[in-house]
């Protein structure tokens, strides 16, 4: 096996180990969390909910103007309010992870981007994410100059 | 890699020499963009029931962003119907051979605008409507009906296709990032060309028209102004040019200085990073403010998009590449450096499309049913429930992207640097930052 082969092998393995080793994260106990989220066209307020794993999420979703829906992408959930006539979702956040919630009842031009996001502990795949950025630039360097040798000597 | 030549394959060459093919795929095209501008001005308001919105900015962009663009390079301006009817105009034919005597004007393009700033500027004009763009189908239909119009008005007035040479939006970044895709046309021989005589392939003759994007076949380095339209195949008459399969970004190899370029990286880079803050993002202040047209929020909005674009990004860029001083001068070496933005800004486009459009991807299926929101149902699929697609993948396929556009865009910044005779890391630097930003806004 050549040097530059060993190099690439090696930046794979450790690559996989970055995106699916376990994190050490000491999880809080348990608790139920009640959001109320006013919606209207076209945001959420608050738009950034943030609850730990395991934890019972409680969103009351008010509209204060058409009927909005929420769904959390991910969790594949969803409620809608009408205006005046607040709804109730209630669940379980039992997948940890960064999630947006968006509008799932049409409710006018920006309907499509008005966005929020579900924070269910910490955003671990974006740390993964940097970590595999990091480790390509950490990477590149011997293994772009042994493919450039490789390159000269051919 | 070595190249392959793809017109070797009978098949292809006979599919590219012949007309018809691409004329019936220019012409079902047409049809679509004059459906969509009708779509956008009597169909329903409701952008996500409407086919002007669904279909160019869900199906097409999809198509063109994830797919065409990458692949493909300028492959979409091969079947772009925008220059079929001023084409027609100016030749006073479609298939039959050309006259040589001008139907029109026929004006060159004037030498001072003969470069992308045009391009880049109408970019940026629809950029910072993009909000309301994209979400209202009559303002999708005025502005798809616009582009076809001012595509046959400089016809009339000027020579070829100086539309999509030099003021089409989309046009500009197709061009940058074509120089990714692993297809190009490019002569054979070019001592045939030298001794050619005539040039029909630029001149026209009885087999077909000159070029209509004012190139030059025997003189092309790069992907960026060959529309692939095969004109110069159908006339070259010794057979000396070819469609080749070649690896991704050769083109890259050798970059460009020029600083109208260089901006449209910066332009495609930071417009990417905006749209991902501002539609994608949950805040919900910026989102009115990008909607809010002609309100004081939008004038902010709109000046903090052009400053990140023609001031921040820059800056901080020149800031990275001015402690590294050699003989090169620091405009040259600001455009060629830049040269490494190219592949970044692609997969950053990639990564927010992704995001975009698997979400949105189901509306095209109840469209398709009813394009007017007119209570059609012509293919029972206009029940069709909205549900985001492949939600579990879209992070880890963004990290995917960003992070393979990330170290694609350092080896684009050693082969630049090595042109500028300057060190690669300041670039580096630039790119990771603009990655973290960018994972940072998506995942």
Known sequence: MTRSRLHLLLLIVTGLVMVFAPLPVQLPAPQERTFRVDARQFAYSPSELKVNPGDTVIIQLASADVVHGLYIDGYGISIEADPGQPATLRFVADKPGSFRFRCNITCGAMHPFMIGKLSVGENEWLYRSIGLAILSMIGFFPLSSLVTAKKNEQ | ?443
């Not at chain 2, 009885?206 to 076949?217: E, L, Q, S, T």
Request: aromatic share 12%; hydrophobic share 50%.
């Open chain 2, 1 to 443: 890699m070595a190249r392959v030549e793809l017109t070797r394959f009978p098949l292809i060459k006979s599919a590219v020499k012949n007309r018809w093919p691409q004329l019936a795929v220019l012409i079902l095209m047409l049809a679509g963009y004059l459906f969509a501008i009708l779509a956008g001005l009597i169909g329903t308001p409701v952008g996500s029931h409407n086919f002007s919105i669904v279909f160019v900015w869900i199906a097409w962009w999809a198509t063109l962003i994830l797919v065409a663009v990458p692949f493909f390079g300028r492959g979409w301006c091969a079947v772009c119907p925008i220059p079929l009817p001023g084409e027609w105009l100016q030749r006073g034919a479609i298939v039959a051979p050309p006259d040589k005597k001008p139907k029109w004007l026929s004006l060159r393009w004037p030498r001072g605008l003969r470069n992308i700033w045009l391009q880049n500027i109408s970019f940026l004009l629809l950029a910072l409507f993009s909000s309301v763009l994209l979400t209202t189908p009559n303002i999708t239909g005025i502005v798809l009906a616009g582009m076809l119009f001012a595509a046959i008005g400089l016809s009339t007035v000027f020579e070829r296709r100086s539309f999509c040479r030099y003021l089409c939006p989309v046009g500009g970044f197709i061009g940058l990032y074509s120089q990714t895709a692993p297809i190009e046309l490019r002569i054979k021989d070019k001592q045939v060309c030298v001794k050619c005589e005539g040039k029909p392939c630029y001149n026209g003759s009885a087999d077909g028209y000159g070029c209509p994007w004012d190139v030059f076949p025997g003189g092309l380095a790069k992907n960026s102004y060959c529309g692939l339209c095969m004109e110069c195949i159908r006339t070259c008459p010794h057979d000396n040019i070819a469609i080749n399969l070649r690896p991704f970004s050769a083109d890259l190899a050798k970059p460009s200085a020029r600083m109208d370029e260089a901006f449209k990286a910066f332009i495609m880079l930071g417009s990417a990073m905006v749209y991902a803050g501002v539609l994608l993002g949950p805040w919900g202040a910026m989102k009115d403010a990008a909607y809010s047209v002609g309100t004081g929020a939008w004038f902010v909005y709109a000046a903090v998009f052009l400053a990140i674009i023609f001031v921040i990004m820059p800056s901080l860029f020149a800031l990275c590449i001015s402690r590294f001083e050699n003989l090169t001068s620091f405009k040259k070496r600001f455009a060629t450096l830049s040269t490494a933005l190219i592949p970044l800004g692609l997969m950053f486009w990639v990564a927010f499309s992704l995001s975009f459009v698997l979400t949105n991807a189901t509306y095209i299926f109840a469209t398709l049913s009813d394009p007017l929101g007119l209570g059609w149902n012509l293919f029972r699929t206009a029940e069709a429930a909205w549900q985001p697609m492949l939600t579990s993948v879209l992070a880890p396929g963004q990290t995917l992207a960003l992070v393979g556009g990330l170290i694609w865009s350092a080896r684009t910044a050693q082969k630049a640097a090595n042109e500028a005779k300057t060190p690669s890391i300041p670039v580096l630097v630039y790119c990771f930052i603009a990655t973290l930003v960018m994972l940072w806004l998506l995942v």
